[in-house]
């Protein structure tokens, strides 16, 4: 994957999309140099938009446009009338707010990938569709990569070059679609010797997208914390060498580094990462009740983790249990509100259930308050596992967080035990 690392693509600005109507703003004014500017800009992407069309196969999926263009102009709305000031730490880009008719399209490729042009278009894989868990964390990559154009970044990148037409952005976006390397292709287009191009500058822009895309997707309503979930994932992929093709994606900053400084970003924005939260924008699964083999026996399961099997022949008792569990999952359930009382499992101080001579015998422990200190065990891990999918299947951790992002994590990391 790091063969994509020098490429020009972080510029054109990675994550995928869907035709769309306009997101205007009748209150900007732009001055005649703007204008000028915008309507340049608004070519570009246009004939750039269609060698795309000729390259790439887009979807005529209507579910998969609706719903990439409901959330993009949402966003896409805000882009056209809010200044988010670009992070003085990077300093890339122009933060001139042009009022650009945004379009988005999705592409059907199978790889997690995502770019966008000058002038308001962007493009979604379904691969990428595939890959995110809820509309939150679709419209945190959606958010990235209306900045890169609202910020005009692939503009600003090729203007480093002293050059820019949309002859030159077709030759780059051409190369990035089909994993050429840019140097030869920079040699031949217009020679401009882009070959030379500090990889610097496109990394900058990648996180400038990551830090407007944060403001962008919390103003039109979506939870930020899915920015993190989505990156945290695809470091955990990558982490374990999963053979992900992440394409246009893979020209941006290390996706450790990413993770951190997103976190760092949250807490400046007051916005609390918790169980709670991960579980909402990662549509994380809810306790339910299986039944088990054994005759007479009920088991209560979170997501891959079973929690408890009990004696319960009518299944009366663990059904009651469940709905008391999802019940404070709605409210906020936290790792830190499950303890033990001999032979009870609490929450919040307050029995949740008690442990029989015969659920003992079934889970084979010598007593019912060890079953219950298990049992209080195995639902703090389901209540981690579902929300930060950071475990292997023999339950071991994949990523131990540290760096810039621990402190975010520290007391799910400490409540947990995972150092």
């Not at 692939?154 to 030159?168: C, D, I, M, P, Y």
């Not at 005759?295 to 009651?320: E, W």
Request: net charge negative; aromatic share 6%.
């Amino acid at each position: 994957m790091k063969r994509f690392r020098r490429t020009f693509a972080g510029a054109l600005c990675a994550v995928i999309a869907i035709s769309a109507g306009a997101a205007r703003a009748d209150t900007i004014v732009l001055s005649d140099k703007d204008k000028k500017q915008a309507d340049i800009e608004s070519k570009q992407g246009a004939d750039v938009a269609a060698e795309v069309a000729k390259q790439m196969k887009l979807s005529t999926d209507k579910a998969q446009l609706d719903r990439v263009n409901t959330i993009g102009q949402k966003i896409a709305a805000f882009a056209n009338t809010t200044r988010i000031s670009i992070d003085p730490k990077y300093g890339f880009g122009n933060d001139r707010v042009f009022p650009f008719t945004w379009h988005f399209n999705v592409v059907d490729s199978k790889e997690v990938n995502a770019f966008s042009l000058p002038g308001g278009y962007v493009y979604v894989n379904t691969g990428l569709l595939n890959f995110v868990r809820s509309d939150d964390e679709l419209a945190a990559v959606l958010g990235h990569e209306i900045t890169h154009a609202a910020h005009h970044h692939s503009v600003e990148l090729a203007h480093k070059q002293s050059q820019f037409s949309s002859g030159t952005m077709i030759a780059m976006v051409a190369a990035a679609l089909a994993h050429i390397d840019m140097g030869s292709v920079a040699t031949a287009a217009n020679g401009i010797g882009m070959s030379q191009m500090n990889n610097h500058y496109g990394e900058n822009a990648e996180r400038d997208a990551d830090h407007g895309g944060l403001i962008l997707m919390q103003k039109a309503g979506y939870n930020p914390v899915a920015a993190l979930t989505f990156m945290q994932r695809l470091a955990e992929q990558e982490s374990h060498g999963v053979d992900i093709d992440y394409g246009i994606l893979q020209d941006h900053p290390f996706t450790k580094e990413r993770v951190g400084t997103i976190g760092t970003q949250l807490a400046q924005m007051d916005i609390a990462v918790t169980p709670k939260t991960v579980a909402t924008v990662t549509n994380a699964k809810r306790f339910s009740v299986q039944d088990d083999p054994l005759p007479g026996a009920k088991s209560i399961v979170l997501g891959d983790v079973v929690c408890v099997t009990l004696n319960d022949p009518d299944g009366s008792r663990t059904q009651a249990i469940v709905k008391a569990l999802n019940a404070q999952m709605d409210v906020g359930l936290e790792i830190y509100h499950i303890g033990q009382n001999e032979n009870s499992v609490l929450i919040k101080d307050r029995p949740l259930l008690t442990m029989t001579a015969a659920d003992a015998a079934l889970a084979h422990e010598p007593t019912p308050m060890a079953l219950a200190s298990d049992v209080a065990k195995n639902i703090k891990t389901a209540i981690y596992r579902s929300s930060f999918s950071l475990y292997n299947p023999d339950g071991k951790p994949q990523v131990t967080l540290g760096g810039p992002e621990a402190q975010h994590f520290a007391p799910v990391n400490d409540a947990i035990g995972l150092k």
